[in-house]
């Protein structure tokens, strides 16, 4: 399995809400779950040692897991913020 990396930053837009920039400096509001998922991507982990760990932590079964991981690192690799 590969492995995903993160792009970007973590910043605060003008109103102190949490945002993902990419490299085009497009800022994207983002909730605390996005941001634990883009921060696990660190270029060491797969998709599957993120979903283990969402599913520890949250106590959702494999296939929820699964499917929110999937779903936040499919729409956060839409706006260039994974790869």
Known sequence: M???NKKGELAKDENGTMVL???KEQAFRVDEPVIAI???CDGIRTKE???TVVKE???MTT???E???S???GKLGEVELVI
């Open 2 to 4: 590969s492995v995903i």
């Open 21 to 23: 920039v990419n490299e």
């Open 38 to 40: 883009w921060q696990m």
């Open 49 to 51: 040692d993120i979903c």
């Open 57 to 59: 932590q949250t106590g």
């Open 63 to 65: 296939e929820d897991a």
């Open 67 to 69: 499917k929110v991981v």
């Open 71 to 73: 779903e936040v690192i």
